[in-house]
């Protein structure tokens, strides 16, 4: 009994250390601002660091590549511990395991890209549902 009441606080801790971080690391008030600092992100990385970027667009890629990956650390911890019969919310997991940031990133580009409802989500919560539902944690 006290080892799951232990698991859940460890969970809850989880949880709330990813959404501060995710605060600290950006502030967008949208999905449309986090598509459009990830596709200069993209559009960067592909042409292999080769085009000219000042100082706030780095700033604002790196709060793409940071949220993704902040993100995507704590919705794969949440999908390894479902494995382990913790209810969890399935929307908040994802099996990330063996894909890189910038795979992320693409898919994104290309599908929020065709998505005339951006500005209505919260960054956070569009990114969220994009990648439980691309990479969703399969149980074991």
């Known amino acids: 009994m006290f080892l799951k009441s232990k698991k859940k606080i460890f969970i809850f801790e989880v949880i709330l250390i990813c959404f501060l971080s995710i605060k600290l690391l950006g502030n967008d008030k949208n999905a449309y ?3 459009k600092n ?3 992100y993209y559009n ?3 042409k292999n660091y080769k085009v000219p970027v000042d100082d706030k667009q780095l700033f604002n890629m790196g709060k793409c590549q940071g949220t993704i990956e902040t993100i ?3 919705m794969l911890t949440l999908c390894y511990e479902t494995k ?3 209810n ?3 929307k908040m997991t994802a099996n990330l395991e063996g894909i890189r940031t910038i795979e992320i990133v693409k898919k994104l580009v290309e599908h929020a890209s065709s998505d005339g409802n951006l500005r209505k989500f919260s960054s956070h919560s569009y ?3 994009f990648i439980s539902t691309n990479w969703p944690c399969k149980k074991v």
């Open 33 to 35: 601002e986090l598509l």
């Open 72 to 74: 995507g650390r704590m």
């Open 88 to 90: 969890i919310n399935h």
């Open 127 to 129: 990114l969220i549902n």
């Open 44 to 46: 960067w990385t592909i």
């Open 84 to 86: 382990r019969n913790m």
């Open 38 to 40: 990830c596709n200069n």
